[in-house]
C-alpha cells in the first residue's frame, strides 16, 4: 500500500460520520443543512448495482464546504450514478448519504434535494432559448412558479440587483436582452451555472462543464468555477485533463465504482493504479 492509499484510508476513518457526529440525531429533519463541522457532503458505502453491474461499489467520499473538488475516471467508473445518488434521482442499496450533519438525502425526492441547496448541471445545457438572458434568470429565481407568472412578477430592487451580479459573474452583462438561443455554446453553459447559483445552492455539480467549448471559453469557465469556491462546495467531473489540472485543488479518480485515488494532480497522475487504469500505462 502506497503513502496515497494510507493517508486516503486514514482520511476515511477520522471522516466516517459515526465517529465525528456519534451524537447527531440522524432523524432530524431540517430544511437548513448544518456545515458547522466543515463538511458539505458524506457518502459512506454507496452500493447500486443494476441488472447485476454494480455501477458503485462501497463508495465513501466526503466534499468539504467550500471545497472545489474534481472527479475523474474512465467511461462506466461510476461518476454519472454518483451525481444521481446525490441528487436523489437514484436510490443506492446500501448505504448512506447526508448533505451537511443533519440532511439524510435518502429520504428526500429529487426535487426537495434541490430545494435543500444541491444544485446539477448537466453536460448539455438546458435553458430557455426563446427567452433572453435576464428572464431566464429571472425564471430560475421564481423556480416554483410557471413562465407566465415569474415574467410577470414584479422584481424588487433587490432581486434586479441579484440577477446583474449573476450577470456580471457570468461573464453575460452585455447579453443580458440577447435570446439564450444565439448565444454560443460556452456561453449557454454559463447561462445555465447562472441559473442554477440564482437559487443560491450550497453544493454545486457540475458534469463535463468545457465539453465543446473553445480555448476561450474554456479559460473562462475554469475562472468561473475558480470562483465560486468558498462560498459553495463544487463538484466538478470532467474528461478533459488539461482543465482539471488548471483547477483542481483535490482530485478523485473513480474505477468500477468505487475510490482509486485522491489527491493533488500530480499525485494522482504519479499513482502507478491511477495510470494503469486511467491513463492505459502499465509499470
Given amino acids: 500500500m502506497n503513502a496515497l492509499s494510507r493517508s486516503l484510508d486514514d482520511f476515511r476513518e477520522l471522516m466516517r460520520r459515526d465517529q465525528v457526529f456519534d451524537l447527531v440525531n440522524r432523524s432530524a429533519r431540517n430544511d437548513t443543512v448544518d456545515m458547522s463541522h466543515g463538511v458539505a457532503l458524506y457518502l459512506e458505502g454507496i452500493t447500486k448495482s443494476f441488472d447485476g453491474f454494480r455501477a458503485l461499489d462501497d463508495l465513501t467520499l466526503y466534499i468539504g464546504d467550500g471545497e472545489l473538488r474534481c472527479i475523474i475516471g474512465p467511461n462506466g467508473a461510476g461518476k454519472t450514478t454518483l451525481m444521481d445518488v446525490i441528487t436523489g434521482k437514484t436510490r443506492p442499496d446500501e448505504g448512506s448519504a447526508w448533505f451537511g450533519s443533519n440532511m439524510d438525502l435518502l429520504r428526500l425526492k429529487e426535487h ?28 430560475a429565481m421564481h423556480a416554483d412558479r410557471g413562465i407566465m407568472t415569474s415574467l410577470t412578477w414584479r422584481l424588487s430592487g433587490e432581486q434586479q440587483d441579484r440577477i446583474g ?35 443560491n445552492p450550497r453544493l454545486l455539480l457540475v458534469d463535463e462543464p468545457v465539453a465543446g467549448m ?13 470562483s465560486l469556491a468558498g462560498k459553495h462546495s463544487v463538484v466538478v467531473v470532467e474528461h478533459d485533463m488539461d482543465f482539471v489540472r488548471s483547477i483542481a485543488r483535490e482530485v478523485t479518480v473513480l474505477h468500477q465504482g468505487s475510490v482509486l485515488a485522491e489527491g493533488s494532480m500530480d499525485q494522482v497522475q504519479n499513482d502507478p493504479r491511477v495510470r494503469e487504469v486511467y491513463l492505459g500505462e502499465e509499470e
Avoid at 434541490?114 to 429571472?138: D, M
Avoid at 473553445?214 to 475558480?226: D, I, K, Y
Fill in 112 to 139: 426537495e434535494v434541490a430545494q435543500r441547496g444541491i444544485g446539477r448541471k448537466f453536460q448539455k445545457p438546458t435553458v430557455y432559448e426563446n427567452h433572453t438572458v435576464f428572464e431566464n434568470l429571472e425564471l
Fill in 165 to 199: 451580479e449573476i450577470l456580471e459573474l457570468i461573464g453575460l452583462t452585455a447579453r443580458r436582452d440577447t435570446e439564450a438561443g444565439l448565444l454560443s455554446h460556452g456561453q449557454k453553459q454559463w447561462l445555465e451555472i447562472g441559473s442554477l447559483l440564482m437559487q
Fill in 214 to 226: 473553445s480555448g476561450q471559453e474554456t479559460e473562462a469557465t475554469a475562472e468561473l468555477l475558480t
